[in-house]
């Protein structure tokens, strides 16, 4: 555990709604007048007990009431940043949808604002580099969606380094917002996109039909051999997140998780947390997990760092300087 948290990390996949602190919520409530629910635990988290997708969805209720403000914002942003240096977490891109936070009256130039400061009070304060994925929903209009993402790539590529689809995979294929995407790659905004998450192995195939950079869990092609052939020759990256894998059900357990093959395979994959908060889980223990419980190695746990550096949207110079760094931590800490 002491080599895992030496370790300088990459965190690629984590919402910014799914990891605010109880205690914001908390103090919220009470300054709301509204009691707290006496099932406050679970309304905002939940255990491998969960019994499905759509319980897991409902712990962003409260965190998202919170979020309507720029102050809100802000502090969120700043406290995720202070998680990362306790854990050594150099890089962090950050995912949020943009729309689902104009509900308190906000405009997106003054979510994009407060999330500018927030990034920058925070990045300062903690030395932890930061870039935000702006996440389109499935459940929203091609115009909601549209409308956001002009919206954000006014603060592309400082802000923004890339883009997202997220919600409901089944109801919502990837191939009804083809549109979003073809928009990104004239905006030049990379993306990743939430993939195969529960099952669905045709948003992985439309989502390589669009050139995606990277696919958001992509639990759904374990099985298919020949789609992940394809998914190795275009080099797209593998966002994988074991706890939230199997709290919602897309996996179910480490016997049946496709990291080692993956690897074996020599597909880009990384290890995330999803969501700190509702998953009870931080990126540390992810790795800890892929040690202890997964069977990785020291060197597969290095490799699946450096897949995370390739796979991210940071500049080359950064990647440069990351990987020296954890080059020199590997060669230090090696008996
Ligand atoms: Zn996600």
């Known amino acids: 555990m002491e080599w895992i948290e030496g370790l300088p990390k990459i965190e690629l996949h984590c919402h910014l709604d799914g990891a605010v602190h109880p205690q914001r919520i908390r103090d919220f409530l009470a300054a709301e007048g509204t009691p707290l629910p006496q099932n406050f635990d679970a309304r905002i988290s939940v255990g491998e007990d969960c019994p499905s997708l759509t319980e897991y969805l409902r712990c962003f209720e409260l965190p998202l009431r919170w979020l309507q403000t720029t102050q809100g914002l802000q502090t969120a942003v700043c406290d995720l940043l202070r998680d990362c240096k306790t854990q050594n977490i150099r890089y962090i891109e950050i995912r949020f949808a943009p729309t689902l936070h104009l509900d308190g009256g906000l405009s997106y130039e003054q979510v994009f604002q407060a999330l500018k400061e927030g990034r920058d009070r925070g990045e300062g304060e903690t030395g932890v580099r930061c870039a935000f994925l702006v996440c389109a929903m499935r459940h929203h209009s091609m115009e909601q969606n549209l409308a956001m993402l002009e919206a954000a790539a006014k603060w592309h590529p400082d802000l923004v380094c890339g883009c997202d689809l997220a919600g409901d995979e089944n109801a919502f294929p990837t191939a009804s917002h083809q549109k979003f995407f073809y928009r990104a790659a004239e905006l030049g905004i990379p993306y990743t996109i939430h993939s195969g998450e529960t099952g669905n192995a045709a948003n992985i195939e439309t989502a390589l039909a669009l050139n995606a950079k990277r696919l958001g869990h992509g639990i759904a092609m374990k099985d298919l051999p020949a789609l ?35 690897l074996a395979e020599g597909l880009v994959v990384c290890l995330n947390t999803d969501n700190p908060t509702v998953s009870r889980t931080n990126l540390n223990r992810e790795y800890a997990r892929a040690m202890i419980e997964g069977g990785c190695t020291k060197g597969e746990i290095l490799r699946l760092l450096d897949n995370a550096c390739t796979m991210s949207f940071a ?4 990647k440069q300087s990351y990987r020296e760094e954890l080059a020199q931590f590997a060669a230090q800490t090696e008996t």
């Open 315 to 318: 500049p080359e110079t950064w």
């Open 228 to 262: 992940r052939a394809q998914v190795k020759a275009q080099g797209v990256g593998v966002e994988l997140c074991p706890t939230s894998n199997f709290q919602t059900k897309a996996s179910t357990g480490w016997e049946d998780y496709p990291l080692k093959s993956y």
